[in-house]
């Protein structure tokens, strides 16, 4: 299976998915639009097989069901002796700026307790995040320039090679005062 072929499954895996769950809650699209924040058109354009959504709406959609992307598009019987996370896959970018670049790292069937992600922050930028859910705590490893992370009130600065490990339950920041572009590895736990 090539590429494009695994991204078409993926997004047929989607579409019956969200179709499945919706119905095994007895929602209608409109119903499910307004829980999840996505428009009722974009929903009934993934449910045909019409649309492939982002990260971000696969997300809210998630989020709706009460579930992770991860145990969304979960299929059933369906574990691969080897997953792989293409680095040319535009739709692994859960960000991309000229601020900040993530780019997920995990397969998203992954995603229940362990995120991790690829981080680029560009100078002078930062990447501040609302408090996660409680007890969720990051670790992040610079690969290339100095971080400075803060999380509530507390601070440290990284250099290449340095990790840091912190509480994410709270408002935190990782932040690129240097000259060139911060380069690191996210990891996040719940």
């Known amino acids: 299976m090539n590429i494009e072929d695994e ?7 989607l579409c019956q998915r969200v179709t499945e769950l919706r119905k095994k809650n007895k929602l209608t699209l409109i119903q499910l639009a307004s829980l999840s924040g996505v428009s009722r058109s974009m929903l009934s354009q993934i449910e045909r097989g019409q649309a492939n959504p982002t990260l971000a709406v696969t997300f809210r ?3 709706a ?8 598009v979960e299929q059933a019987g369906n574990n691969p002796i080897i997953d792989v996370v293409h680095g040319e896959d535009p739709s692994n970018l859960f960000r991309s700026d000229k601020e900040c670049q993530i780019r997920t790292l995990s397969p998203l069937h992954m995603e229940k307790n362990v995120e991790f992600y690829e981080l680029r922050i560009a100078p ?3 990447l501040k995040s609302a408090a996660h859910f409680d007890g969720a705590k990051e670790l992040f490893t610079v690969t290339q320039g100095t ?6 009130d507390s601070h440290c600065v990284l250099v290449t090679g340095d990790s840091a490990h912190y509480r994410a339950d709270l408002e935190h920041r990782i932040i690129n005062d240097g000259d060139e572009e911060l380069v690191g590895y996210l ?4």
């Not at 971080?147 to 509530?152: D, H, N, R, V, Y």
């Not at 990891?187 to 719940?190: A, F, L």
């Open 7 to 13: 991204s078409d499954y993926a997004g047929q895996v």
């Open 61 to 63: 959609i998630a989020q």
């Open 65 to 72: 069901f009460g579930m992770s992307i991860g145990e969304l």
């Open 124 to 126: 002078k930028a930062e």
């Open 147 to 152: 971080a400075k992370i803060q999380s509530s």
């Open 187 to 190: 990891v996040v736990t719940t």
